[in-house]
């Protein structure tokens, strides 16, 4: 697959670019490489490799959800500076 100076000039339009006449030229050769490059990855045999959702093996780093002991609401407001049993008070920032 190739592409041409006004396919590029075509999609700089819809992208709303104004591209001189020198950027069609570097951007022409750019994309036409890309392209290329896609082509060639099409032809690579893939029908022995299993889909999956990233390059590495992912796992589940995070700890098992099991209930442990937490602070009563007593404890958690403390050091409030203001409160209001059993909430929190704060200032308000709407008027």
Do not use: C, W
């Not at 700089?12 to 290329?36: C, F, K, M």
């Not at 992912?58 to 409160?83: C, K, W, Y």
């Amino acid at each position: 697959m190739s592409i041409d100076r006004e396919e590029v000039k075509h999609i700089a339009l819809l992208s709303r670019l104004e591209l001189s006449e020198e950027e069609v030229d570097l951007y022409t050769g750019h994309l036409d490489g890309i392209l290329n490059y896609v082509e060639k990855l099409k032809s690579i045999d893939v029908s022995h490799v299993e889909p999956m959702s990233h390059a590495i093996p992912m796992f589940n780093v995070l700890r098992e959800d099991e209930i442990q002991p937490s602070l009563s609401s007593h404890e958690a407001l403390e050091n409030a500076p203001d409160r209001e049993f059993p909430y929190f008070r704060v200032p308000r920032v709407t008027e």
